[in-house]
């Protein structure tokens, strides 16, 4: 071992007077196995105290997680200024160049030590609110101080619920207990986040957080996208604001065309799978097996098993031992607070990989889990490239794994392979598969404009366009404009109903969910060609099929190392984002959803909506009980902005009357 060690010390000594050489590739080399060393160490240590701290909120916990992100931002401080010894940027390596464009890019660690903390503790306050948020005084309680968690109750109520009053008491006290306590700590991040861009030689944050999919044009990239699946949103929104309103007869709608925000299933209305049994075009004809998994005595564990079984049987990687023992896969029943938001961790060891999450036995969980699966399975897959590569493609390429299995796990071929589908279940019944692409549309197609719109508000708020007074202002005009949805209850500028959901508080960046929900079907069509499918698009389950396994380990082993273009070549042949596939898979429905709107108006006004109108039951209906108009309603059903624009009519009315007077 002597011999060994002298003789690597001779080596380094040769080359020593080359470490001077900006050039040198081969000293760049060496001292990149150092780097990746030494990260090999530092990230896992920040992983673990944000994992325990993400399990276990305290401050206790809060204040190590902040020390230990301290110490890795000074690694990547210290790393970023060790790469000026390299003129790296004309290296003609591409592997290396590429591994110092990645290390150079430290994000808010290049901002000063007190700025770094004071962002972190900004971002850890929204975090720690939005985690321990609990609503109260739910109506018809009769012990007001009970409070509700998001999950599950006020989940479950914005899931099942059809009161008018409950839905509403929900939604309004959600943003009530989360985004309204966070416009200081937000405004602080913005702040602080723009000046760590600009001392990255980028123009604000929204260009540092574009910059990650290396492409020029990417804004105008993203909106060509949108406006291809605008119309086939439209179609899905006018079907279910037809029954939304057949459901709430008697209640206040928008005349501008939007829905009111509380009815659609989901706290954020960015999911409406939860209307499936009103919007399914054939009742009888159910889909949803989570009813089979709870009479099968399926569990948290068991769902987890049977998604690893559909990555191994694709011929990829198991679970590492560790898994499940370390993972945190049901909410804990100890009442510590959790950060029950499901989520994927690669500890950046090559051996520790886990997940988070509050697990229900539900098909929705079934498919989350999948997803999360998919983020593990993609770890797994580059975990031996550089620490830098550990990354996907671009951050839509990582949420489009797990989705792009599950459009395989949730057809009606695979739940009768997998004993979820009722006998008397023919899973090549049309009627069926209309019912399975309607539920696939109520996930996918609605989520379109959420996962849209949220970075177009946030760039906007980055760029300086939109200032702290007019964050809720301008969340909802990109709503109402976008989505079609409006506020259900008078929204006011001291509101922030961004920060109600996770992803914002949580600093994490949205548009890689729009990419994500593009990019998965030319994913699956490319995996169903290699699979040997024919036949339409949204019948093709790859299970099984290890040669369209190999094809997709092929792409994930790359991690990060080559542009994305490079990466979905690899899988797809193609080297451009386009919608042509996800327009594909749901031709039938598209086909019949036509039909069914053919007598309504198509879309909506871009303005929230100022006036409302009360929908009658239709002349056959049984007569109905008659609900207070909009004015009187205890839910006030109000554009969101009404109270500011009344108050600036009454002012102008009584300057006018002033004015005769002074006359």
Same mark, same amino acid.
């Given at each position: 071992?002597?011999?060994?060690?002298?003789?690597?010390?001779?080596?380094?000594?040769?080359?020593?007077?080359?470490?001077?050489?900006? =050039? =040198?590739?081969?000293?760049?080399?060496?001292?990149?196995?150092?780097? %990746?060393?030494?990260?090999?160490?530092?990230?896992?240590?920040?992983?673990?105290?944000?994992?325990?701290?993400?399990?276990?909120?305290?401050?206790?916990?809060?204040?190590?997680?902040?020390?230990?992100?301290?110490?890795?931002?000074?690694?990547?401080?210290?790393?970023?200024?060790?790469?000026?010894?390299?003129?790296?940027?004309?290296?003609?390596?591409?592997?290396?160049?590429?591994?110092?464009?990645?290390?150079?890019?430290?994000?808010?660690?290049?901002?000063?030590?007190?700025?770094?903390?004071?962002?972190?503790?900004?971002?850890?306050?929204?975090?720690?609110?939005?985690?321990?948020?609990? +609503?109260?005084?739910?109506?018809?309680?009769?012990?007001?101080?009970?409070?509700?968690?998001?999950?599950?109750?006020?989940?479950?109520? *914005?899931?099942?619920?059809?009161?008018?009053?409950?839905?509403?008491?929900?939604?309004?006290?959600?943003?009530?207990?989360?985004?309204?306590?966070?416009?200081?700590?937000?405004?602080?991040?913005?702040?602080?986040? %723009?000046?760590?861009?600009?001392? =990255?030689?980028?123009?604000? =944050?929204?260009?540092?957080?574009?910059?990650?999919?290396?492409?020029?044009?990417?804004?105008?990239?993203?909106?060509?996208?949108?406006?291809?699946?605008?119309?086939?949103?439209?179609?899905?929104?006018?079907?279910?604001?037809?029954?939304?309103?057949?459901?709430?007869?008697?209640?206040?709608?928008?005349?501008?065309?939007?829905?009111?925000?509380?009815?659609?299933?989901?706290?954020?209305?960015? #999911?409406?799978?939860?209307?499936?049994?009103?919007?399914?075009?054939?009742?009888?004809?159910?889909?949803?097996?989570?009813?089979?998994?709870?009479?099968?005595?399926?569990?948290?564990?068991?769902?987890?098993?049977?998604?690893?079984?559909?990555?191994?049987?694709?011929?990829?990687?198991?679970?590492?031992?560790?898994?499940?023992?370390?993972? *945190?896969?049901?909410?804990?029943?100890?009442?510590?607070?959790? +950060?029950?938001?499901?989520?994927?961790?690669?500890?950046?060891?090559?051996?520790?990989?886990?997940?988070?999450?509050?697990?229900?036995?539900?098909?929705?969980?079934?498919?989350?889990?999948?997803?999360?699966?998919?983020?593990?399975?993609?770890?797994?897959?580059?975990?031996?490239?550089?620490? +830098?590569?550990?990354?996907?493609?671009?951050?839509?390429?990582?949420?489009?794994?797990?989705?792009?299995?599950?459009?395989?796990?949730?057809?009606?071929?695979?739940?009768?392979?997998?004993?979820?589908?009722?006998?008397?279940?023919?899973?090549?019944?049309?009627?069926?598969?209309?019912?399975?692409?309607?539920?696939?549309?109520?996930?996918?197609?609605?989520?379109?404009?959420?996962?849209?719109?949220?970075?177009?508000?946030?760039?906007?708020?980055?760029?300086?366009?939109?200032?702290?007074?007019?964050?809720?202002?301008?969340?909802?005009?990109?709503?109402?404009?976008?989505?079609?949805? #409006?506020?259900?209850?008078?929204?006011?500028?001291?509101?922030?109903?961004?920060?109600?959901?996770?992803?914002?508080?949580?600093?994490?960046?949205?548009?890689?969910?729009?990419?994500?929900?593009?990019?998965?079907?030319?994913?699956?069509?490319?995996?169903?060609?290699?699979?040997?499918?024919?036949?339409?698009?949204?019948?093709?389950?790859?299970?099984?099929?290890?040669?369209?396994?190999?094809?997709?380990?092929?792409? *994930?082993?790359?991690?990060?190392?080559?542009?994305?273009?490079?990466?979905?070549?690899?899988?797809?042949?193609?080297?451009?984002?386009?919608?042509?596939?996800?327009?594909?898979?749901?031709?039938?429905?598209?086909?019949?959803?036509?039909?069914?709107?053919?007598?309504?108006?198509?879309?909506?006004?871009?303005?929230?909506?100022?006036?409302?109108?009360?929908?009658?039951?239709?002349?056959?209906?049984?007569?109905?009980?008659?609900?207070?108009?909009?004015?009187? #309603?205890?839910?006030?059903?109000?554009?969101?902005?009404?109270?500011?624009?009344?108050?600036?009519?009454?002012?102008?009315?009584?300057?006018?009357?002033?004015?005769?007077?002074?006359?």
């Amino acid at each position: 071992m002597l011999w060994k060690a002298c003789a690597l010390l001779f080596f380094v000594a040769s080359i020593g007077s080359s470490f001077g050489d900006r =050039n =040198n590739i081969t000293a760049a080399k060496i001292w990149l196995e150092e780097y %990746n060393t030494e990260a090999e160490k530092v990230r896992p240590e920040a992983q673990e105290a944000s994992w325990t701290w993400n399990t276990n909120i305290t401050d206790y916990n809060n204040r190590l997680k902040l020390e230990a992100e301290k110490k890795k931002s000074e690694f990547d401080k210290r790393s970023y200024n060790q790469t000026l010894n390299w003129d790296w940027k004309n290296f003609t390596e591409i592997n290396a160049k590429r591994q110092f464009y990645k290390i150079a890019d430290i994000g808010e660690s290049v901002l000063p030590t007190d700025k770094f903390q004071q962002i972190t503790k900004a971002k850890s306050n929204m975090q720690s609110v939005y985690s321990k948020a609990r +609503v109260c005084n739910k109506p018809g309680d009769q012990d007001p101080s009970k409070c509700y968690p998001l999950n599950p109750t006020l989940e479950n109520i *914005m899931a099942k619920s059809t009161d008018w009053k409950e839905l509403a008491w929900a939604w309004e006290g959600w943003r009530n207990e989360t985004g309204r306590k966070m416009p200081d700590d937000y405004e602080k991040f913005v702040e602080l986040a %723009n000046e760590a861009a600009g001392m =990255n030689g980028y123009t604000d =944050n929204g260009d540092y957080w574009r910059s990650w999919y290396e492409t020029e044009n990417f804004e105008k990239q993203m909106e060509e996208l949108f406006i291809g699946l605008k119309d086939l949103y439209k179609l899905l929104h006018a079907y279910a604001r037809k029954k939304l309103k057949e459901r709430f007869v008697g209640h206040p709608f928008p005349d501008s065309g939007q829905i009111p925000a509380h009815l659609l299933g989901n706290m954020w209305a960015q #999911s409406w799978g939860n209307l499936f049994t009103l919007l399914a075009p054939y009742p009888g004809k159910p889909l949803d097996v989570t009813e089979m998994m709870r009479e099968q005595n399926y569990t948290t564990r068991k769902m987890f098993d049977l998604s690893e079984k559909f990555f191994t049987d694709l011929g990829l990687d198991p679970m590492p031992p560790k898994f499940y023992n370390d993972s *945190m896969l049901d909410k804990p029943e100890d009442g510590r607070d959790v +950060v029950c938001h499901a989520s994927a961790w690669d500890f950046y060891n090559r051996k520790d990989f886990r997940i988070k999450q509050c697990t229900q036995v539900t098909m929705d969980w079934l498919i989350t889990t999948h997803h999360e699966m998919g983020h593990v399975q993609y770890f797994l897959q580059y975990k031996d490239q550089p620490v +830098v590569f550990r990354r996907g493609a671009n951050p839509g390429f990582h949420e489009a794994i797990g989705d792009v299995l599950a459009l395989s796990v949730s057809t009606p071929k695979h739940l009768k392979k997998i004993n979820l589908l009722r006998p008397n279940q023919n899973p090549d019944d049309e009627e069926l598969q209309l019912n399975f692409l309607m539920n696939q549309a109520l996930k996918k197609i609605a989520f379109i404009p959420f996962g849209y719109l949220i970075d177009q508000w946030r760039w906007k708020v980055f760029k300086g366009e939109t200032k702290k007074d007019e964050y809720n202002e301008d969340w909802w005009n990109l709503r109402c404009k976008h989505q079609g949805v #409006s506020p259900p209850v008078q929204r006011f500028n001291t509101d922030f109903d961004a920060g109600s959901k996770f992803h914002v508080p949580n600093n994490t960046p949205y548009i890689r969910y729009f990419v994500s929900y593009v990019i998965q079907f030319q994913f699956h069509k490319a995996l169903c060609k290699e699979a040997g499918h024919n036949g339409p698009l949204h019948k093709c389950d790859i299970d099984q099929s290890t040669e369209a396994g190999n094809k997709l380990a092929a792409m *994930m082993k790359l991690g990060s190392s080559k542009e994305w273009p490079d990466a979905m070549e690899a899988i797809t042949g193609q080297r451009k984002m386009n919608v042509s596939d996800l327009i594909e898979y749901f031709a039938p429905l598209e086909d019949w959803l036509k039909k069914e709107v053919k007598n309504e108006t198509l879309g909506w006004d871009d303005q929230c909506g100022r006036n409302f109108t009360i929908p009658t039951p239709p002349p056959t209906s049984p007569p109905t009980t008659p609900t207070p108009t909009p004015q009187s #309603s205890t839910v006030k059903p109000t554009s969101g902005f009404d109270s500011i624009h009344n108050n600036k009519t009454f002012i102008g009315i009584f300057i006018a009357i002033l004015a005769i007077f002074v006359r």
